[in-house]
């Protein structure tokens, strides 16, 4: 069974300050990892996911198959970064996805 | 382009009643999904659509749940009758592939369920 644990429920930093938001993750097979945000009022939507390597907003996240974790990273928090963050972790064929229950980022000024 | 469009957006109705919900997929997007998503949990997948037919609902609860996209546009979930532990934002996303990965599926604003 796939599983998706996101340790911290919520995470409070100051404006400037490094963020990591930890995502780790249960899968036997290759997994296809993703995290998604919902800033307040408005839809989730996808932020960024790891076979693209990219940098989005300032965020990146890397793949670490031995520790079996998905942390999403930036160097300096914006007060715009303040929202819902969630990992989810889809698997090949049958694209049922798992999400993890979501860290709350505060960005402070 | 326009939304995945849901309604209502709120719902309050009492354990034993039944509910339903609305989505309005983007246009020319084959794929439909349902997620539940009970507070302090992340969404979980209730079913997927590929044009009006299922393709998955293995973690839709069949006693009390259903959901139809007769015409392979817009769909209706049903809960009868509801439960207290029913009580959550159900979501609904639309992808333009018919085999969507999560990330090409694009969520709606949700609709969100009080039992009481």
């Known amino acids: 069974a796939q599983r998706v644990t996101q340790p911290e429920k919520l995470l409070s930093v100051f404006k400037g300050a490094p963020v990591e938001l930890k995502c780790n993750y249960s899968?036997?097979?290759?997994?296809?990892l993703f995290w998604y945000v919902q800033y307040s009022r408005q839809r989730l939507q996808l932020l960024l996911r790891?076979?693209s390597r990219e940098s989005i907003k300032g965020f990146t996240a890397d793949l670490n198959k031995g520790e079996t974790s998905f942390h999403l990273k930036k160097p300096f928090a914006q007060e715009e970064d303040s929202a819902m963050y969630y990992c989810a972790l889809s698997s090949g064929g049958s694209y049922i996805p798992t999400f993890g229950r979501g860290t709350s980022l505060i960005v402070h000024p | 382009e326009a939304g995945v469009a849901q309604s209502p957006r709120y719902k309050i109705i009492e354990k034993r009643q039944s509910v339903a919900f609305w989505c309005n997929p983007i246009?020319?997007?084959?794929?439909l999904y349902w997620y539940q998503q009970i507070l302090g949990q992340g969404p979980k997948l209730l079913i997927q659509f590929q044009n009006n037919g299922v393709v998955d609902d293995s973690q839709l609860p069949k006693d009390r749940f259903s959901a139809e996209r007769l015409k392979g546009v817009d769909s209706t979930l049903k809960i009868q009758p509801a439960k207290l532990e029913d009580s959550a934002v159900y979501l609904c996303?639309?992808?333009?592939?018919?085999?969507?990965?999560?990330?090409?599926?694009?969520f709606g604003p949700g609709t969100r369920l009080t039992v009481l």
């Open positions: 899968y036997s097979g290759s997994p296809e």
């Open positions: 996303a639309s992808s333009p592939t018919l085999a969507g990965g999560l990330d090409t599926q694009y």
């Open positions: 790891h076979i």
């Open positions: 246009s020319g997007h084959a794929t």
